[in-house]
């Protein structure tokens, strides 16, 4: 059976975070689904101006049970996701059931520090004044940083690497290195 994979966007949203998370994870043979966090909206306009259109709302998203939740960057994007009940109850629910989730550039801080959702072990996160002085034990040498079943990431230039990380977990090290090659790492 495929891993299933969550990723949650809205208005705001970073497209190359979103995408190579997307992307990178269904060449290892995730199951991705894209859902908007925002009321009543499946397309959602990027941080850029590209229009990405979900594949379900985030309501219909909290029905279902994850392998993994990543979360792209991205700001106003990060505010949205912060501010969406049902995408933090999917979260907390993870954390509770010791399942991974994953964020990348602004997300870590604005949606898992604000939420009570990072590991003491450390996090990463885009290394802004504002996002960096959230994490209460920030690591500035990784590009991917995994603590417990949480892994964070920098930004869209480290997306790629964040999201190899993230197969590796669900697929193993031999699927990551196949795919690394492939995609010419």
């Known amino acids: 059976m495929a891993k299933k994979v969550l990723?949650?966007?809205?208005?705001?949203?970073e497209e190359i975070e979103t995408t190579c998370i997307t992307d990178t994870l269904t060449r290892f043979g995730a199951e991705v689904t894209i859902a908007s966090v925002m009321p009543g909206e499946l397309v959602c306009k990027?941080?850029?101006?590209?229009?990405?259109?979900?594949?379900v709302n985030i309501d219909e998203a909290a029905k279902e049970e994850w392998d993994?939740?990543?979360?792209?960057?991205g700001m106003p994007g990060a505010e949205h996701l912060r501010d969406s009940v049902a995408l933090i109850g999917l979260l907390e629910k993870q954390k509770s059931q010791n399942k991974p989730y994953a964020a990348i550039c602004a997300a870590p801080a604005v949606v898992l520090a604000s939420k009570g959702l990072l590991e003491g072990e450390g996090a990463t996160c885009y290394p802004a004044p504002g996002f960096r002085e959230k994490l209460t034990n920030p690591i500035d040498d990784e590009v991917a940083?995994?603590?417990?079943?949480?892994?964070?990431?920098?930004?869209?230039?480290?997306?790629?690497?964040f999201a190899l990380e993230l197969g590796e977990q669900l697929f193993g090290k031999e699927a990551r290195d196949k795919i690394q090659s492939e995609m010419l790492v």
């Open 7 to 13: 990723v949650p966007i809205a208005e705001g949203s």
């Open 68 to 73: 993994l939740i990543a979360l792209p960057g």
């Open 46 to 55: 990027m941080s850029r101006g590209i229009k990405v259109m979900a594949d």
């Open 145 to 161: 940083f995994t603590a417990g079943k949480v892994t964070t990431s920098k930004g869209p230039g480290t997306a790629l690497k």
